[in-house]
């Protein structure tokens, strides 16, 4: 069990702030999108499905999640980084 007292923080370790990678992952989806439909003709019409839309939408998404994962796992410096405390445990927060 880890402590939220603040007397018994045991160091920092940086992480990667996730929070600010919102943009940074809609950025991503969106040149994977512009990539991948840039061929496609243009349609103006209401009555038409956007079920093939919807498709791409959800690919491009997932690649660039994925894309951002794996770069946020291995070169984790190239990000914006805080420092996220550990706690140690006392006496009295040992379970008995």
């Known amino acids: 069990m880890t402590s939220t007292n ?3 923080i045991g160091g920092y370790r940086r992480e ?3 929070q600010r990678l919102g943009p940074a992952l809609l950025i991503a989806s ?3 999108l512009a990539v991948r439909t840039a061929k496609w003709t ?3 019409s209401d009555g038409l499905s956007a079920a093939d839309w919807d498709k791409e939408v ?3 998404a997932r690649i660039a999640k994925l894309v951002l994962s794996h770069v946020t796992a291995r070169y984790p410096e ?3 980084a805080k420092d996220v405390p550990w706690f140690v445990a006392t006496d009295e927060e040992v379970p008995k």
Request: aromatic share 12%; charged share 15%.
């Open 78 to 80: 190239l990000f914006q």
């Open 30 to 32: 969106s040149l994977v």
């Open 58 to 60: 959800e690919h491009s």
């Open 16 to 18: 990667v702030d996730y």
């Open 6 to 8: 603040s007397d018994h």
């Open 42 to 44: 243009a349609t103006h």
